[in-house]
């Protein structure tokens, strides 16, 4: 065992009896060549800009405030609180929580006796204040010349026809409602109609493979699903509802019917109605049915621990997992985060380019906007059809004013050529925003000088679906920005940098990040499975949530995040569990076993390259491995396919049988003069094998 590495002795140490090794971590020494790019890159200099903040004149107003919120969070988040409508007023002592898994069961709790809805703080607070006629949402589809405005008023109004619907389909508060859709406005509509009756979503990725989609409704058990006829990305038509069919056969036969699925006609995908399949008394269509619902309905008032949502997300191991969240918390933290991060403020025109079937769709395109009443854009296309100017045509076209987008996005852009950004006015941008992955150095100068001008401040925001909302982030014109650095952490969050034995570093450093005690949006559970969320999160480190990240503090206490240490890789700020590709091609029959790992890559951050061995007498020609990716594709999705397929004959693996990955991954990156120490395979020959026939 290498000395650096999380050992298992150090991870038994703060387990309680009988749970399982937390992670399968990486040494810190290992962790990502992002990290080698922060460090030993000329660091660049951030431009000074000139932006003043609504609410914060300075450092010292964020250090008092920030102070205050680790000090004492019942009462700084209570105060933020007062900011929203609360049906019922939270108790006194309404937070606390327990991280340390020998200390009892993992649990938080924010703003406990208080009842709330997030739905109507989004939308009915805005109509009642007078905002009713602010533009809500700003809809673009995939087709220049097509859009779609609709004010807050109608807004509800349209929710409040859907939410009258599901109560109709015998939609309870605690029912899960599974959401299959493209970017059209009536995503973000079925997320607040399911919140506005107490009812828990689950929005699959219209990306997602029928298989993925049924052991996602089955798994939350979602009798009604809110699907879409069809969508189109770039050139290309996708028929989403026949993968929704698939899913629910495939359901079907193992035992769990779905009774209603309420299909929204797209009619910018290009195709008419009658292509699109319905079955007889389970499908119906949104424009025959929700049309004559009523526009007005109840609020559901819901404790502020009930569950909103569940989001399934990848992990080092096994199956998704769904991440739930519960309200209270999750409201003032989305809120709060948008408030201060993107200074949003009423009628701002905000555009989050993530789709809401991930998490920063979510809170920061479906939520946090709305509770500030800001004018969100919602964008169905993708910013290079029809040519790589289209982002910037939308920010003239809406006069976007703060834009968040991922290093994926800006990679992609900036070799296509800056004329087409400056060939828009851009004039009314004053935020940029990044998430999804470290930016490195030639994005964020990219970012920074031709889209802002050397003017906008950057803000990149480090967090997880497990944390719900921004964790460490800069605050724009408040403290100085280092290109590559999410900066500091956000009010509430404590961070703490630990070594491979549990012990928190002081100072500058490196190490793993994990927080220290309970922000409002904290992962509550993982549905159906809490011994899971122990152990995924609290059992690696003694008290404290560990994110799977690694990262570096300099001596300012910035933060450096190097990215994930687990088996988990990211693919386009997407999050994809190695285990999950792995499984899927075994699915082949010829192949045997396979194991995956990330590597570096010019536009998506991280590639997918899998390692396969074959059973008896086949040979990896290129038709197999179109299978290959195509079995992969079948079963997760279009965005989890390898980028590259490896023959291998013998997988790696150690004495015990363990893959040594880290060996893979070296290879992967082509990086074999550092294979370290390989002594503990069980057949050493292997590496000579898998060097000589790289595809
Ligand atoms: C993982 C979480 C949070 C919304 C999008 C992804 C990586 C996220 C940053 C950033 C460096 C980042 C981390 C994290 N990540 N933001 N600004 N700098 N890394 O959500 O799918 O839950 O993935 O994304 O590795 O753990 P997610």
Redesign the pocket.
Known sequence: RSAGRLSEAALNRSLPPKKEQACRCQPLRAVQKTMAAAVEAPVLEAPAVDYKHSLLAGREDYDKMYKRSIEDPAGFWGDIAKGYHWEQQWEDDHHNHNFDVAAGRISTEFFKGGRTNIAYNCLDRHVQEGRGDVDCLLWEANDPGTDRRMTYSETLAEVCRLANWLRAQGIKKGDAVAIYMPMLCELPIAMLACARIGAVHSVIFAGFSPESIASRIQDCKARVVLAASAVKRGKKAIDLKSMVDKALDVSSKEGFEVKKCLVCHNASSGSGKEVTHMKDGRDVWWDTEIPSQKPESEVEWVHSEDPLFLLY?SGSTGKPKGVLHSTGGYMVMAGTTSRYVFDLQPGDVYWCTADCG???GHTYLTYGPLLCGATNVVFEGTPTYPTPARSWQVVEKFKVKQYYTAPTLIRSLLGSGNEHVTAHDRSSLKILG??????NPEAWKWYSEVVGEGKLPIV???????TGAHMITPLPGVFPAKPGS?TLPFFGVAPAMVNEHGHEIQGPGEGYLCIKQAWPSTIRTIFGDHDRYETTYFAGFKGLYF???GCRRDEDGYYW?T??VDDVI?VS???IGTAEVESALTLHPKCAEAAVVGYEHPIKGQGIYAYVSLREGEALDDALKKELVMTVRGNIGAFAAPDVVHWAPGLLKTRSGKIMRRVLRKIASKEESQLGDTSTLADPGVVDQLLSNRP
């Open positions: 997300t991930w998490i920063t990044t998430v999804g992955e470290p930016i990149d925001t480090w967090w997880q679906t497990e999410a994110s799977g990240d995040i990215g994930r990211n700020g997407h999050r």
